[in-house]
């Protein structure tokens, strides 16, 4: 796979089971469809055969895919919905657990010297204590940036929050069907040009990845999920910002031979989908901040620039 602006390193996974369990302890709401956009069934064209794109990330060939209704939240789920969870649940993440998370160079309240840079992934810290309400590891806070999107968030975190909610992780179809907007074949949620107009319209990067981020789109890091205008379904920050989690497992090829209606991904694998790119997201290195970009990580990684949004069923 090209190499893309997320850190895609495996935890040991043999935390999962507790994982799994004390997200079946958590108290399970009704799932409100509150601040939730409801999408009729509908068809359409999912991939691209965009030059510009990866083809080996398998973001083609164009199909026409069929979806149920649902309803998806309006925008990422923020720091504090997030301290809603965890303070009526209890539950514990899984950078919590593991008692560090991946930060990106230059974010952290700790030294280099204090950190591991990861072999491979050279603008990557392992940051002891660094979590969902320590994004920048001890001593940083979420306090100013409630409307942000909740970070360091793993798969199996997601899926728990999810859960407690009555909501699910969407499919890889029905995330990219509503970061279209309605739009055929378009890059981008708003159209093909990436900022019309000189109007950014998304959090990714400007400047030289990975050294000077100019935040001319007004933001270094994360943003508040409305900082931006909606697409035309009404959906925020779909891409940049944070990469959202999508329930399906991830591979290249699978889509070339699966089902057009309601897909949901291999039945097993190693890693899951995640779609929409970030804030370090940038042309010269990882243009993965267009509707049909797809990358992957392991479900128990967590690190500075993933999110989620959850879906509900009708
Ligand atoms: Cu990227």
């Given at each position: 796979m090209r190499p893309c602006c997320v850190p895609s390193i495996a935890r040991a996974t043999l935390l999962e089971e507790s994982v799994r369990a004390a997200a079946e302890r958590v108290r399970v709401n009704r799932g409100s469809p509150e601040d939730m956009i409801k999408f009729e069934p509908a068809r359409f064209l999912m991939g691209t055969e965009y030059p510009g794109g990866f083809a080996e990330d398998g973001e083609g060939p164009v199909r026409a895919v069929r979806l149920d209704a649902f309803y998806m939240d309006r925008g990422p789920v923020t720091n504090d919905q997030f301290t809603e969870f965890v303070t009526s649940s209890g539950y514990v993440t899984e950078a919590e657990r593991f008692g560090w998370s991946f930060v990106f160079h230059g974010e952290g309240s700790r030294s280099p010297e204090e950190t591991q840079t990861p072999v491979g992934l050279p603008w990557w810290r392992k940051m002891p204590g660094a979590k969902w309400n320590a994004p920048e590891g001890p001593d940083s806070l979420i306090a100013g940036r409630m409307d942000h999107p909740a970070t360091h968030i793993s798969w199996n975190d997601a899926s728990a929050y999810a859960a407690w909610a009555g909501k699910r992780l969407p499919t890889e179809a029905e995330w990219e069907f509503a970061a279209r907007g309605g739009l055929e074949q378009k890059l981008y949620p708003w159209g093909d040009e990436l900022t019309p107009g000189g109007l950014h319209l998304c959090n990714i990067w400007q400047g030289t990845f990975p050294t000077l981020n100019t935040a001319d789109d007004g933001y270094s890091g994360t943003s508040p999920v409305t900082a931006y205008p909606p697409n035309g379904f009404g959906?925020?920050?779909?891409?940049?910002?944070v990469w959202e989690w999508c329930g399906d497992w991830w591979s290249p090829?699978?889509?070339?031979?699966?089902?057009?209606?309601n897909p949901v991904g291999p039945r097993v694998g190693r890693s899951k989908v995640m779609k929409g790119g970030s804030f370090l997201c940038h042309a010269s290195y990882c243009n993965r901040y267009r509707v049909a970009a797809r990358t992957s990580n392991t479900p128990d990684s967590s690190c500075s620039n993933i999110g989620f949004r959850c879906v509900r069923d009708l």
């Open positions: 959906v925020f920050t779909i891409t940049g910002n090829d699978f889509h070339q031979t699966a089902s057009r209606l």
